[in-house]
């Protein structure tokens, strides 16, 4: 696990467009939201991730710089790209199952007869000040009920305007 209010680890990853995403060289107002997501075989990120790109002005008119990882293949992620309605949500593929753990993310095997990648990472969501740092997490075992957009949103809104400090720190 990450401790709040620590440095996140490093995340360089190629994107569905052609390019590549370099956290370090993110230089958002507020924050780098990070939506680590379990892949193409998962209905609850597809879910999601159709949310989140029907948000992404929200997250960016409040400076914030948004971003979903897998531990996709390039080709998994592709069908993600052209499938989903993601809109112009950043896609990032190919995280190693290292980079994962460094995230503190847990990591699942194929279940028998599925549409699963041999292993892959369960969600995440990671929300990252303009200094590295870790302001705020959810990690999660199971694709079950992930943390409302509409309810972070009110969060990082508080978080801007009253100067609310990282919690958790203490752990």
């Known amino acids: ?17 052609g390019a ?14 990070v939506v680590m997501y379990r892949g193409k075989h998962c209905p609850i990120c597809k879910q999601q ?6 948000k992404l002005e929200e997250f960016t008119k409040r400076g914030i710089n948004v971003i979903a990882a897998s531990m996709d293949s390039e080709e998994r992620a592709m069908v993600v790209d052209k499938e989903w309605e993601t809109g112009d949500l ?11 753990r460094e995230w503190g993310l847990y990591i699942s095997e194929a279940r028998e007869d599925s549409d699963e990648p041999a292993v892959f ?18 990690v999660q075992n199971a694709p079950f009920t992930r943390p ?5 949103l009110k969060g990082i809104d508080f978080m801007v305007e009253k100067g609310y400090p990282t919690r958790g720190t203490h752990s």
């Open 1 to 17: 696990m990450i401790k709040p209010d620590t440095n996140v680890p490093a995340l360089d990853l190629p994107l569905t467009i």
């Open 20 to 33: 590549r995403y370099d956290l370090s060289k993110q230089s958002p107002e507020n924050f780098t939201l």
């Open 49 to 54: 991730l159709t949310k989140l790109g029907s």
């Open 90 to 100: 950043p896609l990032a593929y190919n995280m190693n199952e290292e980079t994962a």
């Open 121 to 138: 990472s369960e969600p995440g969501m990671f929300l990252v000040r303009p200094d590295g740092k870790l302001a705020f997490a959810s």
């Open 148 to 152: 409302p957009l509409d309810e972070l």
